[in-house]
């Protein structure tokens, strides 16, 4: 088969989802990351969407990180998405409430205010509510199986839980036990910390520093670390 080739961003989590089925299936497959504050007249060419992450196989652009995810579940052996069409079909259903949390997150770190930021935060953490009610406390969303659902919420969770080092109360080990070891089973995948740049904490922290809104207003600067206070 063609070797894919998966275009990124050091700091997109929804390319990362593609990196972690690419690495979980032991796929042979180069990567370029892009500045997307700046971006390659190649690329802007190639994405409709003018988005990350894009998969080129031979002269085929597929875009979208949920469709490369389905192909590249399609194309190669060790299957992720479930037989049973009905638990397939709800699959789906909860990597689509994966990408609504993922960008309530998003909206989270650019919350202007102490007051939205609050707002948002108690939104996802509804959202959290509504997770917690269809897991069944095994190690992975399906049971004991890794699939394209984990590979989704993945990255969402690290990236969370960079978020919780600077504010901390979004995994309550009380009000969702099962989200806990769900995210801690995830974020020990070897699939998971190969999807990423060594770096991506600190770039993130890095990132969020140069926002404007509530989030820096948590992150203080001293002696060249970062000291993290909690609104908690």
Same mark, same amino acid.
């Given at each position: 088969?063609?070797?894919?080739?998966?275009?990124?961003?050091?700091?997109? %989590?929804?390319?990362?989802?593609?990196?972690?089925?690419?690495?979980?299936?032991?796929?042979? !497959?180069?990567?370029?990351?892009?500045?997307?504050?700046? %971006?390659?007249?190649?690329?802007?060419?190639?994405?409709?969407?003018?988005?990350?992450?894009?998969?080129?196989?031979?002269?085929?652009?597929?875009?979208?990180?949920?469709?490369?995810?389905?192909?590249?579940?399609?194309?190669? %052996?060790? #299957?992720?998405? %479930? #037989?049973?069409?009905?638990?397939?079909?709800?699959?789906?259903?909860?990597?689509?409430?994966?990408?609504?949390?993922?960008?309530?997150?998003?909206?989270?770190?650019?919350?202007?205010?102490?007051?939205?930021?609050?707002?948002?935060?108690?939104?996802?953490?509804?959202?959290?509510? #509504?997770?917690?009610?269809?897991?069944?406390?095994?190690?992975?969303?399906? =049971?004991?199986?890794?699939?394209?659902?984990?590979?989704?919420?993945?990255?969402?969770? #690290?990236?969370?839980?960079?978020?919780?080092?600077?504010?901390?109360?979004?995994?309550?080990?009380?009000?969702?036990?099962?989200?806990?070891?769900?995210?801690?089973?995830?974020?020990?995948?070897?699939?998971?910390?190969?999807?990423?740049?060594?770096?991506? =904490?600190?770039? !993130?922290?890095?990132?969020?520093?140069?926002?404007?809104?509530?989030?820096?207003?948590?992150?203080?600067?001293?002696? =060249?670390?970062?000291?993290?206070?909690?609104?908690?």
């Amino acid at each position: 088969m063609i070797k894919p080739k998966l275009i990124s961003f050091k700091l997109c %989590p929804f390319a990362q989802r593609a990196a972690i089925v690419l690495n979980h299936k032991r796929v042979e !497959y180069d990567i370029e990351y892009i500045d997307l504050a700046s %971006p390659p007249a190649w690329f802007t060419k190639l994405s409709p969407l003018k988005k990350v992450p894009i998969l080129l196989v031979g002269d085929n652009v597929i875009f979208d990180s949920v469709v490369i995810n389905e192909y590249l579940d399609e194309a190669y %052996p060790n #299957q992720l998405h %479930p #037989q049973d069409i009905i638990v397939r079909a709800m699959n789906r259903c909860w990597i689509e409430f994966g990408n609504d949390c993922m960008w309530s997150m998003y909206h989270l770190s650019m919350a202007e205010t102490e007051a939205k930021y609050n707002v948002i935060r108690e939104i996802l953490v509804n959202k959290f509510d #509504q997770i917690e009610k269809v897991l069944i406390g095994t190690p992975y969303f399906n =049971g004991k199986a890794f699939s394209l659902v984990d590979a989704s919420y993945a990255p969402f969770f #690290q990236y969370l839980a960079y978020l919780d080092e600077i504010s901390s109360g979004f995994f309550d080990t009380f009000r969702h036990p099962k989200i806990n070891i769900w995210k801690s089973n995830l974020l020990k995948l070897e699939s998971v910390k190969r999807s990423c740049v060594t770096e991506v =904490g600190q770039l !993130y922290r890095e990132q969020l520093q140069k926002r404007q809104g509530y989030i820096p207003t948590l992150l203080v600067i001293s002696h =060249g670390q970062d000291i993290v206070k909690s609104n908690y």
